[in-house]
Structures are given as structure tokens and as C-alpha cells.
């Protein structure tokens, strides 16, 4: 069973800033996605990675298969960033698996 | 396209008691799967469903079962219900075939609450 463990489990920080969160799991994949979490609770996907990097705007997602470790980067950040984001791997059969999910809260 | 639904939004019950929860895939995907999200954690696979029948699951007992329609939107359906079972119940649909993963596509969620 995979485990996904993200970093850091919540984050305030100053609108403007640059701001990185980064997962990591234990067990090979074929796909890794960020996926974004509002208080409603619908949750957006922002990325699927499988290798190297992809750029959406102000967001940047990177992977490393063989350090089994990604990171989502967002530039300029804004209180509507706030959200919480979910790291996500697909491996085996079983669906995805989740990590607990980073809490991000942008002030003005 | 109005991506994934689902249905009902908000949804109580009380222990005991039945309950079914409704998810229509986006246009073009056949593939749904069911995932539960307690409060404060990350989602926990429940079951996947394709051509009708039930293909993978997840560590959840048989007290949740599901089905899949001709026009592969899918029902969940949780019995005798726990206070545990309150979650939010979100359902992804993608579209199989090719070569590689398709991306899953999330759908707004059911939020349970069972008394």
C-alpha cells in the first residue's frame, strides 16, 4: 500500500509570496495529480503528472520518479489561493491514494 | 459540459437508516469511482465501477455497494448506517482505454451526516 505523505500540513503566508508544497510516497506510480480543496469541499484538479514539470499559469508542478517526490509551486500568491491542495498517486489497482492535504491561508 | 455531478448536496440520516447517492460522469468518461473524505483527512477509495460491474475496492465493508447504469452514472448506496459514516461522499469519473492513465475528474461531493 502506498503511503502519501505531504508537507508542510498547513502554511500562512503573506500575499506575494512564493510558496512550495511537496509530497512524497513510498511506492512507485504510474501518475501523480494535485488536486485543489475548497471549504465547499468539490475539489479541482490542477495537475496529473507522470514525469518532469508542468506550468498552469502561476502554478508549477514537479516530479521526481526516482526520488518518488513532487512539489507544487505557486508564484505570486493570493488570498484566493487559500484552499486546501491534496496530493494524490495512482498505482496498484486500488484507486487513488490521497495525502492528508496542506491547508494553505494567504493574507493580504 | 457540466463536468461531474452529483446529488443530493447536503444529505442527513439517522443510524439505521439507508441511504443512496447519485453521481453523473462527465460527457465521454465510463469509468466512475467513489471515494470517502471524513472530516480533516484526505479521501479513502471505496469502489470503481466500468461497464456496469464493480472492477476494484477499497478497505470498506459490504454495507457499501453501488451500481452502474447504461449511460455510466453510478449510485451509491451505504445500509445500516454508522455515525462513522458521516463523510463527504465525492464521486470521479474518467475515461478508460489507450495506453496510459486518464485523468480522474471530481465531482462537488454528497456531505452525510448521520445522527
Known amino acids: 500500500k502506498n503511503e502519501v505523505e505531504q508537507s508542510p500540513q498547513n502554511l500562512t503566508a503573506q500575499e506575494g509570496e512564493f510558496i512550495t508544497i511537496n509530497c512524497s510516497y513510498s511506492?512507485?506510480?504510474?501518475?501523480l495529480h494535485w488536486l485543489q480543496q475548497h471549504p465547499g469541499g468539490g475539489i479541482v484538479s490542477l495537475f496529473m503528472?507522470?514525469?518532469g514539470k508542468k506550468k498552469h499559469g502561476r502554478l508549477i508542478a514537479t516530479i521526481n520518479i526516482q526520488e518518488k517526490h513532487s512539489s507544487l509551486h505557486i508564484t505570486a500568491s493570493h488570498p484566493r489561493d487559500s484552499a486546501v491542495y491534496i496530493c494524490a498517486v495512482k498505482g496498484g489497482a486500488d484507486g487513488l491514494t490521497f495525502g492528508k492535504g496542506t491547508h494553505l491561508i494567504i493574507q493580504p | 459540459d457540466a463536468g461531474v455531478t452529483q446529488s443530493p448536496t447536503h444529505l442527513i440520516k439517522t443510524r439505521g437508516q439507508q441511504v443512496t447517492l447519485r453521481c453523473s460522469p462527465k460527457?465521454?468518461?465510463?469509468?466512475v469511482s467513489w471515494y470517502q473524505q471524513a472530516l480533516g483527512q484526505g479521501p479513502q477509495f471505496i469502489f470503481q465501477?466500468?461497464?456496469?460491474?464493480?472492477?476494484q475496492r477499497g478497505n470498506f465493508p459490504d454495507r457499501f455497494s453501488g451500481h452502474q447504469f447504461p449511460n455510466y452514472s453510478s449510485e451509491l448506496n451505504v445500509n445500516a448506517l454508522l455515525l462513522g459514516d458521516s463523510a463527504l461522499y465525492l464521486c470521479a469519473s474518467r475515461k478508460t482505454g489507450g495506453s496510459s492513465y486518464n485523468e480522474q475528474f471530481f465531482g462537488p461531493g454528497t456531505r452525510l451526516t448521520v445522527l
Open positions: 465501477y466500468y461497464e456496469e460491474e464493480e472492477r
Open positions: 460527457s465521454g468518461h465510463d469509468t
Open positions: 511506492v512507485g506510480i504510474s501518475a
Open positions: 503528472l507522470s514525469s
